[in-house]
């Protein structure tokens, strides 16, 4: 309730100074003036920000991990599968997780459900938790009575999608910090270490060799220029973060990510097993081919492979078949678009895509498994270029100087 602060007068005119609480300043002044006395002055009190309670909001409107979603379609599965009615297996649910957001988020379902709505219809209300595939999947469930099968298969769709990227985070960890390191020490030399040589080679009065020169020219620019660079890279960083809220900004980030070495191809390969993946999902679980089209190209969670995607959808409704804009895109491998071609002419799409999320899986965790010896010596080389550049540049001029004391 708001606060405020009063100066009044009573019965005798003495002067009186206080505070109140009060839903607003006419309630203020009415529970005043009941109290005989007269107000002169009414002021509310501005609180200052709880940080904790904006902290804890924040935390409260995390989205749902990608466990937590498996957890959640696991559960549903197997509580629909016992004959549990939807909305008790929902409250069960909710009452096993951790994620204020999600469990919010399901007893809003609930009282959807109470008041006749359908769950796909009330799970499109979230799409910070529910995404397309999520939604078309509970939806074709619902239609065909088959709601525990759609958990079911949910669950197994998220399980190998979350396989496949602890896979790829654990074999780009290591290179990240490694270059995190890297960045650090350079940092810390220009700003420490080669400004205590710089003295002494500035007194030496000798031509210095040019690898000296380069390091005390880097070390005299970050030394007067850190706090532009500063100010620069922060700034660089919130225009980086608010381009890529954009779509033309997300386009041209995933597009990127593609062309990365070494890393680039086994991003690649993970997302065209994506696609088959959840694009056999669709066709199987009975999903109409264009609906099915345009949920694949947002749960590969890519905006260049989703474009492409679009432009298959856009094709098929023209009238063209799957394989003949699968190939215009010129997106696909041959090996994919022999499987659609195949599935096509035998009726058979979801098993032929199966197959290929198959074969690239083992792709994907066959190159992961090797990416770490492929980028060690890259780092070697790299680490042993910078020791190598440093070690001239400090060691030359002093053993020119030992060489001049010695004559």
Not at 43 to 65: F, H, M
Not at 257 to 283: C, D
Not at 321 to 350: C, N, Y
Request: charged residues 20%.
């Amino acid at each position: 309730m708001p606060q405020f602060q009063y100066k009044a007068r009573n019965n005798t005119g003495e002067s009186l100074n206080g505070r109140l609480d009060a839903l607003s300043l006419d309630a203020a002044a009415n529970q005043l003036l009941k109290s005989g006395i007269t107000p002169i002055e009414i002021n509310e009190l501005k609180k200052g920000k709880d940080y904790l309670k904006s902290l804890a909001r924040w935390w409260n409107s995390r989205p749902p991990k990608l466990q937590d979603l498996i957890f959640l379609s696991r559960q549903m599965y197997t509580l629909m599968k016992a004959g549990v009615p939807i909305i008790r297996a929902l409250k069960g649910v909710a009452d096993n997780l951790t994620n204020p957001l999600l469990i919010d988020t399901l007893y809003d379902l609930i009282e959807n459900l109470e008041s006749g709505r359908e769950l796909s219809t009330a799970m499109s209300q979230h799409p910070k938790v529910f995404n397309r595939l999520f939604v078309s999947m509970v939806k074709v469930g619902e239609s065909t009575g088959e709601l525990d099968g759609a958990f079911g298969k949910l669950s197994d769709y998220l399980e190998r999608e979350k396989e496949t990227r602890d896979r790829i985070k654990q074999a780009t960890r290591y290179p990240i910090i490694v270059f995190g390191f890297i960045i650090t020490a350079l940092v810390v030399i220009n700003l420490f270490v080669i400004p205590q040589f710089s003295g002494i080679f500035s007194k030496f009065g000798a031509d210095l060799p040019w690898q000296t020169k380069i390091l005390m020219t880097t070390s005299n620019f970050m030394q007067n220029y850190w706090p532009h660079m500063s100010v620069a890279c922060i700034g660089f960083y919130f225009w980086l973060r608010h381009y890529l809220t954009t779509d033309k900004g997300r386009l041209h980030w995933d597009r990127l990510k593609l062309r990365i070495p070494l890393i680039g191809n086994v991003l690649y390969e993970a997302l065209l097993a994506r696609f088959a993946t959840s694009f056999a999902l669709t066709v199987r679980s009975g999903v109409p081919l264009i609906q099915g089209l345009n949920v694949t190209g947002h749960a590969v969670d890519n905006a260049y492979i989703g474009d492409k995607i679009t432009q298959m959808r856009i094709g098929v409704e023209k009238g063209d078949s799957l394989t003949r804009t699968a190939a215009s895109t010129k997106m696909f491998t041959p090996l994919i678009i022999q499987m659609i071609q195949v599935g096509e002419e035998t009726g058979s799409v979801d098993e032929m895509l199966e197959n290929v999320s198959g074969y690239y899986d083992r792709e994907v965790d066959y190159k992961l498994k090797n990416l770490s010896s492929a980028i060690e010596p890259i780092l070697i080389i790299v680490i042993g270029a910078i020791v190598f550049m440093l070690a001239l540049g400090v060691f030359l001029p002093l053993w020119d100087l030992n060489s001049v004391i010695q004559q």
